[in-house]
């Protein structure tokens, strides 16, 4: 298991949140005329969408695909 694929990723609104705090966090990084702690907010809120929204499958699902039901 991945850290991103941790249990408590599952819920949409923690991935949306970790995010959203990395937006938040540039943000108050370049107003206050810090831009390259900005760009390094900015470059972990692009990671979180990639490994949060683009590649993210929970575990249940991984465990549901790999093993095919008992048909009785």
């Given at each position: 298991?991945?850290?991103?694929?941790?249990?408590?990723?599952?819920?949409?609104?923690?991935?949306?949140?970790v995010v959203?705090?990395?937006?938040?966090?540039?943000?108050?990084?370049?107003?206050?005329?810090?831009?390259?702690?900005?760009?390094?907010?900015?470059?972990?809120?692009?990671?979180?969408?990639?490994?949060?929204?683009?590649?993210?499958?929970?575990?249940?699902?991984?465990?549901?695909?790999?093993?095919?039901?008992?048909?009785?």
């Open positions: 298991m991945k850290d991103s694929e941790h249990p408590f990723f599952r819920p949409l609104w923690r991935r949306v949140a959203a705090v990395c937006v938040i966090w540039s943000i108050i990084e370049f107003a206050t005329g810090t831009p390259f702690w900005g760009i390094i907010a900015l470059g972990f809120a692009g990671y979180g969408i990639w490994q949060f929204f683009y590649l993210y499958k929970p575990a249940d699902e991984n465990k549901a695909a790999a093993e095919p039901e008992p048909k009785e």
